[in-house]
C-alpha cells in the first residue's frame, strides 16, 4: 500500500473550501433525507454555502437533529438578524401539540456570516448555553454521556443510605452532551426527572439490568420533564389515548432517530427503558421500523417498571429483530399495573393502589418504582429501611406465599422440607386456595 503525505496548504484549503447548497445535498445523509419537492430546497437554493467542517457535521447526525439544523438554516436565510430565539418555550395550546419541539430553537449553534449576499455557515457545533441541567420545563431531549465516579451497586443487601451512595457514584461529573451513541450502554429515563435525577437513577438501573458488564459510562437519551401533568399527557399521547394529528411526539420521533443511526453504523447498543421511557422506546422501535424498514438487531432492551404494555413492547422489538433481555417489574408499582395494563384485576389493582403514594412521595426507597426491582425480599428490606413498616409487614405476607409457591428463599426451603408431612400439605392447600383468589 503507497501513500503520500497531504501538504499543509492543501489540508487548509479543504477545510476551507465552501460547498453550495445543491452540493451538500449530493451527501447521502443530505440527499435522502429530504424529499425532491420538499420547499425547504427551493428556500437554500442559491442561498446558502457550508464550510468543509459545517457540512461535514450535518452530515454526522441523525435524522432528527439534522432535520432541525436545516429548520434553523431555513430561519437564518429568511432573516439573518433575526433576534434569537432559541431559549423561548412554546407557549399556550401549541404546547399540548407534542409532535411540536417545544422551544423557539434547537440546541446547536450555527456560526454564519453573510457575504455577497449568500449565508455562509462556517460551524455547527452545541449551544452548552442551552444544554445541561437547568430544572423542570427549561431542559431539552438530548444525548449525554454519564461517567460513573465509583463502583457502587444496588444489590439484595440495602441499607437506609443506599440511595445517597448511587446518586455520590453516578453524580461526580455533569453530563456531557453527544450527538451520537459510542458506549455500549444506553438508557431512557422516565416521568419527572430532570437531568440529573435521570443521570444517577438510570446509571443505577443499567448497571443492575447488565450486572455482568463493568459499566465505567453510558448513554443517556434524556426525556425532559414539563411538571406532572404534561408528562402525564405526552405518555397518554404517545400511547394513542389521545387523537394524533400526525406523529408521535418529539422525543419518540428523535430515538427513532437516534436507534437507525446505531443501527446503520453497526454500533452494538444495550438499552434500559424505565417508566414513561419504556413508552418512547416501544414507539420509537415502532416508527423506525415504519420509515426505515429493515432490522435493529444491533440493539437489545431490558425494561424496568413498564408505563408500556409488556405486550406491545415486546411485539413491536420482535418485529424489529430486538432481543428483550429482561423485565423487571415490581408487583407492588402502580405504573406496569395501572398504565402498563398488566395487573388492572384482582390483587394486582389491590397492590397497586395501596403504593401510589409511595410512587408520589419524596423517598426513592420506599417506592416501588423508582429503584431497579430485585425481588419482593429486597423491596422488603427497602421498606424495612425506609420506616415503612406497615407497608414492610404486607409486603411480607405476599413475599411468604410467593417463596412458598416458588421453593426459593427461606420459606421455600423450609416448605420443601415439611412438604411430606400432613401440617405441609395442609400449608400447600391454604396457599394453592389463596392463589385460586388471586391473593
Known amino acids: 500500500m503507497s501513500h503520500a503525505a497531504l501538504s499543509m496548504a492543501s489540508i487548509t484549503a479543504a477545510a476551507t473550501q465552501l460547498l453550495s447548497w445543491d452540493q451538500a445535498c449530493t451527501k447521502p ?11 425547504r430546497h427551493s428556500q437554500l437554493h442559491g442561498k446558502l454555502q457550508l464550510t468543509h467542517q459545517a457540512c461535514q457535521m450535518l452530515c454526522s447526525l441523525n435524522d432528527f437533529d439534522r432535520k432541525q439544523v436545516i429548520n434553523e438554516l431555513v430561519q437564518i436565510c429568511r432573516d439573518p438578524n433575526a433576534p434569537d430565539i432559541a431559549r423561548e418555550r412554546t407557549r399556550g395550546w401549541r404546547r399540548l401539540l407534542r409532535t411540536r419541539y417545544p422551544f ?3 440546541h446547536y449553534l450555527i456560526k454564519f456570516a453573510v457575504v455577497g449576499g449568500s449565508l455562509v455557515v462556517d460551524e455547527i457545533y452545541f449551544d452548552y448555553k442551552l444544554l445541561g441541567a437547568r430544572g423542570v420545563g427549561q431542559e431539552r431531549n438530548a444525548l449525554y454521556n454519564v ?5 457502587v451497586r444496588m444489590t439484595e443487601s440495602v441499607d437506609a443510605n443506599i440511595v445517597a451512595k448511587l446518586m455520590a457514584d453516578w453524580g461526580g461529573t455533569a453530563p456531557r452532551p453527544i450527538h451520537r451513541i459510542e458506549t455500549l450502554h444506553a438508557a431512557v429515563n422516565g416521568m419527572l426527572n430532570d437531568l440529573n435525577k435521570a443521570a444517577w437513577l438510570m446509571g443505577t438501573h ?5 450486572a455482568q458488564d463493568q459499566i465505567s459510562s453510558y448513554s443517556l437519551f434524556h426525556n425532559p420533564s414539563d411538571g406532572l401533568y404534561e408528562d402525564a399527557f405526552e405518555s397518554a399521547w404517545d400511547k394513542g389515548y389521545l387523537p394524533r394529528r400526525r406523529s408521535y411526539s418529539h422525543n419518540v420521533n428523535h430515538l ?8 446503520q453504523r453497526g454500533h452494538q447498543t444495550r438499552w434500559v427503558v424505565h417508566s414513561q421511557g419504556a413508552i418512547i422506546f416501544s414507539k420509537a422501535v415502532r416508527l423506525a421500523s415504519q420509515i426505515y424498514g429493515g432490522s435493529f438487531a444491533c440493539h437489545k432492551v431490558s425494561v424496568h417498571g413498564s408505563g408500556a404494555s409488556i405486550f406491545s413492547l415486546r411485539q413491536a422489538c420482535q418485529l424489529a429483530g430486538i432481543e428483550v433481555v429482561a423485565v423487571r417489574n415490581n408487583p407492588f408499582d402502580p405504573v406496569p399495573n395501572v398504565f402498563g395494563c398488566s395487573g388492572l384485576l384482582g390483587s394486582g389493582l389491590a397492590r397497586s393502589l395501596m403504593c401510589v403514594d409511595l410512587v408520589a412521595g419524596n423517598n426513592p ?4 418504582h423508582t429503584l431497579p426491582f430485585l425481588g419482593l425480599r429486597t423491596y422488603y428490606h427497602q421498606l424495612k429501611a425506609s420506616g415503612n413498616h406497615v407497608r414492610a409487614g404486607v409486603v411480607k405476607g405476599y413475599l411468604v406465599i410467593d417463596e412458598f409457591r416458588s421453593g426459593y428463599g427461606p420459606v421455600g426451603q423450609a416448605a420443601a422440607k415439611a412438604a411430606s ?5 395442609a400449608v400447600a392447600k391454604v396457599v394453592n386456595v389463596a392463589g385460586a383468589l388471586g391473593l
Open 421 to 425: 408431612s400432613r401440617m405441609g400439605q
Open 147 to 151: 461517567e460513573r465516579a465509583g463502583s
Open 206 to 210: 443499567v448497571d443492575v439490568a447488565y
Open 104 to 106: 423557539g430553537g434547537y
Open 29 to 39: 445523509e443530505l440527499n435522502q433525507l429530504l424529499a425532491k419537492g420538499d420547499p
Open 365 to 368: 426507597l420506599a417506592s416501588p
Open 256 to 263: 427513532a432517530a437516534v436507534l437507525r443511526d446505531t443501527q
